[in-house]
């Protein structure tokens, strides 16, 4: 699994596009944005196993956030944080 994501300027309500591989519903199980101290799920609104495309939500606070994919496997769920920013306004 990888994914890439220019660094962005991304307003709450807007809808950002990641691309990468392996990336695809039988993968990624849900989408997060999170800082150092804080995580914000995001709402996946389409997804491929090349893209994902997910909208800001309005509870995100504005600020520097790196994506973090919470995978889904058979034997185990795990949580990921990728090495790309969306900064929100």
Same mark, same amino acid.
């Given at each position: 699994?990888?994914?890439?994501? +220019? ?11 990641? #691309? ?38 309005? #509870? ?12 889904? #496997? ?8 990728? +090495? ?6």
């Amino acid at each position: 699994m990888k994914t890439r994501l +220019p660094s962005l300027t991304a307003k709450r309500g807007d809808v950002v596009s990641a #691309s990468g591989e392996g990336i695809g519903r039988a993968d990624v199980y849900e989408l997060y944005l999170t800082n150092a101290g804080q995580d914000a799920k995001v709402a996946m609104v389409e997804q491929s196993e090349n893209l994902i495309q997910f909208r800001v939500l309005a #509870s995100v606070k504005a600020g520097r956030w790196a994506l973090m994919i919470h995978m889904e #496997s058979a034997s185990v769920a795990r949580l990921f944080e990728q +090495p790309v920013e969306v900064t929100v306004e």
